[in-house]
């Protein structure tokens, strides 16, 4: 892990995400549920068309680390917190989604799109918070590459390619988001022809 000093503090407030708590009636009975508000946020699925790869990045997560560090099955090692995701940005800036989708990309991982497809809006954590996720597609290649990407302020990302046709092995035994699985069958069944894959 790159981070030193990795400690609990008191939680005092976020920008990211605020507690809730609402009370109701149901069958007579007074009731409460306790969530977060989080922000939604945009993903994009991105392939390299003459690498013939998908490119993902991998990112230490804290809430990963302490679940893992809770978890009495979880063997610890040199991965314990890190997580293989899609490019990804929460939706925190006065721009239209598919801006704030390409800016992400060339934050995380260098490429700046020249066109994003929408596949979707999903929408998680229902129980615990929910928030929106727009989901968008991108064939880009080198002409592409406008920085090193790595992420901004405090984050440690690094870029993994991934040849098509090695992703089933790749996945297996790695933490990751069951959203890079729908990615990968979704572009099988819509993408791959056209890239002669």
């Excluded at 969530?35 to 690498?51: A, M």
Aim: charged content about 25%; aromatic content about 16%; glycine content about 6%.
């Amino acid at each position: 892990m790159a981070f030193t000093n990795l400690k609990e503090e008191n939680f005092t407030g976020s920008n990211y995400i605020k507690p809730k708590r609402y009370s109701y009636i149901s069958k007579g009975k007074l009731c409460t549920w306790d969530f977060i508000q989080p922000k939604d946020s945009v993903s994009v699925f991105l392939y390299h068309t003459s690498l013939k790869s998908f490119i993902f990045v991998r990112q230490f997560r804290i809430p990963m680390w302490f679940h893992q560090n809770n978890d009495k099955s979880y063997i610890k090692d040199e991965n314990m917190g890190f997580t293989i995701e899609l490019c990804s940005g929460l939706v925190d800036k006065n721009l239209s989604l598919e801006d704030i989708a390409k800016e992400e990309c060339v934050e995380e991982v260098g490429y700046l799109p020249k066109n994003l497809e929408k596949i979707g809006d999903f929408y998680t954590g229902f129980g615990s918070g929910v928030s929106k996720q727009s989901f968008f597609f991108a064939s880009i290649d080198e002409s592409d590459k406008i920085s090193n990407g790595g992420g901004v302020d405090n984050e440690e990302i690094e870029i993994i390619y991934v040849k098509v046709n090695k992703f089933d092995d790749f996945i297996k035994n790695l933490i990751h988001t069951p959203l890079l699985n729908f990615a990968y069958l979704w572009f099988m069944k819509y993408k791959a022809k056209e890239f002669n894959l």
